[in-house]
């Protein structure tokens, strides 16, 4: 192949994707979110009802005719997109992973411990922790996160 054809393959296959990425979701599309994250997928139509295979991996809100994907936990699922007349508008794959490469994970004789570092390393609550080590983490999240509600009622 000659190098102007390999450049035009290869601008072609760019373009494509580049259109894949932007475009509406096609059915039999998949779409990859990390846990803990979001992402904005647009379709063709108005969505007017979403169901989720199984919203332990995945959560989805239509906001203004956009659908934003919630990753809850790692694992996979699939979402369909209806419009007002039940018409399949998409339906696409949803594969949540762990997020980012600042992740860590020790394990100590088969128990599971999990960090970020961005640039410190802190504990953070991943499913798969070792259960006792999960339950100290979450009463510790609980609770920060119940004094931040009760600060901002005392401050209305």
């Known amino acids: ?34 846990a803990d994250h979001a992402r904005v997928v647009s379709v063709a139509g108005t969505p007017s009802a979403v169901v989720v295979g199984n919203p332990m ?3 989805v809100s239509v906001q203004q005719g956009v659908i934003i994907v919630h990753g809850r936990n790692f ?10 007349d039940g018409n399949q508008l998409a ?16 394990f100590k004789a088969g128990r599971a411990f999990s960090s970020v570092c961005a ?7 991943q499913t798969g922790e070792d259960q006792e080590w999960f339950k100290i983490l ?9 004094q931040s509600a009760g600060a901002l009622k005392l401050g209305d």
């Open 1 to 34: 192949m000659s190098g102007l054809a390999r450049a035009i393959v290869g601008f072609t296959f760019t373009a494509g994707l580049v259109l894949l990425s932007t475009g509406p979701l096609l059915a039999g599309a998949s779409i990859t979110v990390g």
């Open 57 to 59: 991996f995945a959560d």
């Open 75 to 84: 694992g996979a699922t699939n979402v369909i997109v209806l419009d007002i």
């Open 91 to 106: 339906a696409f794959d949803v594969n949540v992973t762990s997020t980012g490469d600042r992740n860590i994970s020790v």
């Open 119 to 125: 640039p410190l390393c802190q504990y953070t609550l």
């Open 138 to 146: 979450n009463e510790q999240h609980t609770g920060k996160a119940g």
